[in-house]
């Protein structure tokens, strides 16, 4: 039969199936079993070739998910006969689609199997990708992320060959930049939001996973940044697929979708600190989630307590994270470490929550599983980051190789040509060799005894350089004794200063002030309680502030980071100045030395306190990064500044000044009256102390 005959008859079933759908749109089930029996007669009629039967398999997704499974197994007896594999291999592959997502997910792993047994056989791309991205489904709904990225990827090559591009590849790329954002990936994201502009979209819900993809991306690039910038193009991106979604379209096929898109919202609005907004999207987010989508579920829990936390709904909000750490061990099964960075924020805000409700021991247990859970969050990632740069490695090598033998196969075609000439060319060079060679050995024999006489002079020579190397060696040492002498002397000096500012700061402030509350209580006909007790707390306060200042951080058991992070947001608690904390290079100045720790967190530390004290400021901003094998750390604030060219310099300076050149660093001070100061350090990244 020809081609034209065969379109005609598929157009047919297609208009006959739309026609029955209509006519019992008013009895779902009545219409789900007409439509059902139409579509089997045709399938069972063999007087209709098998390809025509086949192809018109492309329109029965009208059909109930039981029942496309019951079509497409009635084909594969013939199937199995047939001489192109692709057309088994396209069976095997939706049925198993379509029992993943009706949960059926041993039969599905069966027919994925059955399909991958036959893609080595077949050529047609489409049909890869297919099996691919059904597996890729597979593992996802299994909770199997790194799987799931793997056939999901390959899905995406396959589908990439097409031209024009398919528009499943965004069904696909909407995937990876799940299993990308789940991993913070921004460069992967940034790879996807670029590739999803070769694809011309046919169909709104195309958009909204588009738009979802893209969304993903701003809301990593505020992960990694916190740049509240992103978080504008976020909600952006999320307002465009909501403005699509409720459309005279409606396209409902992805309701599963703009759930995502709603708790996307509520995220951003809840970073943005309108909380308001936040709890609006997630009851939206609520009301359009499927009762099987984990995931989502687990963010609705994990915010819902946020959020309660904020209310201070202590009770409520612990309760609400617990259900959802249940519902999630129950979920997840045995693929717990692809989750890992979830289960961290839950146990970090359970944390703070049994905190406030005065339950110290649950929330010392859940802040010690948040940590476990980070790190190994961060141990995983690193793995299959580096798998996944070994696997690109490997291909690319395996690409390099066929083209070299392609090459290495022409020239040893072209050797073959020369192998005649060469031989003869031989007799000539083994008679021209056995002459240079015994001219060669008259000449050796001399270039030896020259020899002899340069090794003579050149041991004479080293041994020169040797005693004038020992001489230099002894004046460096004497110089670095002195160096470091120097050092010591001058970290003395600030410590000195810094016990004069301490002792300063206990009797200006703390002495003054009790002095001043024994007064009123040897008055007792004048003394107000209420005056007395707000003193003696001013000065508990201000003693437990200089000791905390006076006890060095442990780097034991938690990094420098944390330590540093964890005294800003003390500081943003009591203080009115706000103060913003950047950090870049992480890993390495974790990785610093111990000692060099303590001294930067105490500069830290006394630029903040300095600033707090005297500046009056509103904002305080520090950088911190490394760059060129230096450590930079920038202190800017907003406040009254000073006259940096006075003479007499504050107590907090010098020790500032003190401990930076203990760190052998460079420090910069610039400041203006009325508008603000800025401090600038640098400092080496390997250190030797004595």
Not at 24 to 36: C, E, G, H, M, V
Not at 152 to 179: G, T
Not at 597 to 614: A, D
């Amino acid at each position: 039969m020809k081609m034209s005959q065969m379109k005609k008859r598929i157009v047919f079933i297609s208009i006959l199936l739309q026609s029955i759908y209509f006519i019992n749109a008013q009895n779902p089930a009545d219409q789900q079993s007409r439509l059902l029996d139409s579509v089997m007669n045709l399938m069972k009629d063999k007087s209709i070739p098998f390809l025509e039967r086949y192809y018109m398999t492309a329109g029965i997704d009208i059909l109930e998910r039981t029942n496309q499974i019951a079509v497409l197994k009635e084909l594969i007896p013939e199937a199995k006969d047939y001489e192109d594999k692709a057309v088994i291999t396209r069976l095997y592959s939706l049925i198993s689609l379509n029992y993943t997502l009706s949960a059926h997910y041993s039969e599905a792993e069966t027919y994925m199997d059955s399909a991958f047994s036959h893609v080595d056989e077949i050529d047609n791309i489409t049909i890869k990708g297919l099996a691919y991205y059904n597996a890729g489904t597979f593992y996802t709904r299994l909770n199997n992320i790194s799987e799931a990225h793997d056939h999901f990827y390959k899905a995406a090559e396959y589908f990439k060959m097409k031209d024009p591009k398919l528009n499943i590849l965004n069904e696909v790329y909407y995937n990876l930049s799940f299993i990308y954002a789940y991993r913070n990936d921004v460069e992967n994201l940034k790879e996807l939001c670029s590739w999803i502009k070769e694809i011309t979209v046919r169909y709104p819900a195309q958009k909204i996973l588009q738009l979802t993809t893209q969304a993903r991306y701003f809301q990593a690039l505020y992960n990694r940044t916190g740049d509240f910038s992103y978080l504008d193009s976020v909600t952006m991106y999320n307002q465009i697929a909501f403005d699509i979604f409720h459309s005279e379209e409606q396209p409902h096929d992805v309701a599963y979708q703009i759930a995502e898109n709603y708790l996307s919202q509520a995220v951003a609005f809840y970073y943005k600190s309108e909380p308001d907004s936040a709890e609006y999207y997630l009851n939206q987010t609520k009301e359009f989630v499927y009762s099987n989508d984990f995931y989502t579920k687990v963010q609705i829990n994990y915010l819902s307590g946020h959020l309660l936390f904020l209310k201070e709904e202590y009770e409520q909000a612990e309760t609400v994270l617990l259900n959802g750490l249940e519902e999630f061990s129950v979920s997840i099964g045995t693929q717990e470490n692809y989750f890992y960075n979830t289960l961290s924020d839950y146990y970090d805000i359970l944390s703070q929550i049994q905190e406030k409700r005065g339950k110290v021991k649950e929330a010392l247990e859940s802040g010690r599983k948040s940590l476990q859970y980070d790190r190994l969050f961060f141990d995983i990632n690193n793995h299959e980051y580096i798998q996944d740069l070994k696997t690109r490695y490997d291909v690319g090598n395996k690409e390099r190789a066929i083209e070299q033998l392609s090459k290495i196969n022409e020239m040893n075609q072209k050797t073959r040509v020369l192998y005649i000439g060469i031989a003869i060319l031989l007799l000539i060079i083994i008679f021209l060799i056995t002459y240079l060679f015994k001219r060669k050995q008259k000449i050796t024999q001399a270039k030896l005894q020259e020899s002899k006489l340069i090794s003579e002079l050149e041991k004479e020579k080293n041994a020169t350089l040797a005693s004038k190397m020992e001489e230099n060696e002894q004046k460096y040492q004497l110089l670095l004794s002195e160096n470091k002498l120097k050092q010591v002397n001058s970290y003395l000096e600030g410590l000195e200063s810094e016990r004069s500012r301490l002792s300063k700061e206990l009797h200006d402030n703390v002495t003054n002030n009790i002095y001043s509350a024994n007064m009123l209580l040897k008055s007792p006909e004048n003394v107000n309680i209420s005056e007395v007790s707000d003193m003696l707390s001013s000065i508990q306060e201000h003693v437990r502030t200089i000791s905390h200042e006076l006890i060095p951080p442990s780097f034991q058991y938690v990094t420098f980071i944390e330590i540093l992070k964890d005294y800003i947001n003390q500081q943003n608690k009591n203080g009115k100045t706000r103060i913003f904390l950047s950090i870049n290079s992480e890993k390495e100045l974790n990785d610093m030395p111990e000692k060099s720790g303590l001294e930067l967190y105490r500069i830290i530390q006394e630029c903040v306190s300095n600033t707090l004290k005297h500046a009056n400021a509103s904002q305080l901003e520090i950088f911190l990064y490394i760059e060129n094998q230096q450590i930079n750390l920038t202190i800017i604030d907003n406040g009254t500044g000073f006259d940096i060219n006075t003479k007499h310099k504050g107590i907090g300076l010098i020790i500032i000044n003190e401990r930076t050149k203990s760190l052998n660093g460079t420090l910069q001070i610039h400041s203006t009256l009325n508008k603000g100061t800025e401090i600038n350090i640098i400092i080496p990244c390997r250190q030797e102390y004595q």
